[in-house]
């Protein structure tokens, strides 16, 4: 079992490495990283913040934006899009296991799509200890963890869609719609729920949180403003309720979770359906 998953795997790296996809997705953030550096800002300052530890809160913020719709758009077409191409009527014909062959795609797409994100970090900080600048090793161990975690939850999610959907165009619709709705929930919205139907202010905040984008959203923040001023009151029931620490801790384990149940989920879904 393990033999066919590690094959699995390997064939879905083999694969998305020679899909056009890969290639945008590479560019994208290798290129955040030039144009950071060619902004300069390695050597500005911003609340204690420099050197390399400056580009890495701006890049963790764009990563917020850009690393979920992408993981979910070139996720979901993994299953719906090997169904309609009739990869299962083939696939059915040798000794693979399913749950091997679902879980040996999941973690080739994870490789895939998270080695892009961290091989560009890795040359920030390889280019910042050529040159010299400040590098905070804590600062980028965290921002790792943040990334895997998020990576992890939202590749979670695209397989969960991919397995429900019966074509690609529906599995990117719903992607994408999904997507949409994790936006809506973040600060605005639950902001403006809670004026206008007065729940209590701890319920709010716990419901917010339960969104991956706004943990790690809010995580990001706490590296980067140790007091997470930006969010106001929030902060504190935050601060209060679990701390520095425990907030981290959170915000990592809580979408590693998420993802792994979604996966989970839909390789329960994935197993008991009619696959051709």
């Given at each position: ?33 030039i ?36 993981i ?71 921002y ?8 992890w ?20 619709t ?55 001023v ?14 520095q ?32």
């Amino acid at each position: 079992m393990m033999r066919a998953l590690l094959l699995a795997a390997r064939l879905d790296i083999t694969e998305s490495l020679r899909a056009r996809w890969f290639l945008f997705y590479s560019l994208v953030f290798g290129g955040i990283v030039i144009l950071l550096f060619v902004f300069g800002l390695t050597e500005s300052r911003i609340l204690g913040f420099t050197g390399l530890s400056r580009l890495l809160v701006t890049y963790i913020q764009l990563c917020v934006a850009i690393l979920p719709i992408f993981i979910l758009i070139t996720t979901v077409r993994s299953v719906a899009g090997d169904r309609e191409a009739g990869v299962f009527e083939y696939m059915l014909s040798l000794p693979v296991p399913l749950a091997s062959w679902f879980w040996g795609k999941m973690i080739g797409r994870f490789l895939v799509v998270f080695m892009p994100v961290f091989l560009a970090m890795a040359c920030a900080a390889a280019w910042s200890l050529l040159r010299g600048i400040g590098l905070d090793w804590g600062l980028f161990l965290l921002y790792t963890a943040l990334l895997i975690s998020m990576a992890w939850a939202f590749l979670g999610f695209g397989m969960l869609i991919s397995t429900l959907a019966r074509t690609p165009d529906v599995a990117q619709t719903g992607a994408f719609l999904f997507w949409l709705l994790l936006l809506l929930f973040l600060d605005l919205l639950l902001l403006s729920v809670m004026i206008r139907g007065q729940l209590p202010f701890e319920l709010v905040i716990g419901l917010a949180l339960l969104n991956p984008l706004q943990s790690f959203r809010t995580a990001a923040i706490l590296l980067f403003d140790p007091q997470m001023v930006v969010l106001g009151p929030a902060a504190y029931v935050i601060l209060d309720a679990l701390g520095q620490t425990g907030y981290l801790i959170f915000a990592i384990a809580y979408p590693l979770l998420l993802g792994s149940l979604s996966a989970a989920l839909g390789c329960r879904i994935f197993m008991r359906g009619d696959l051709p």
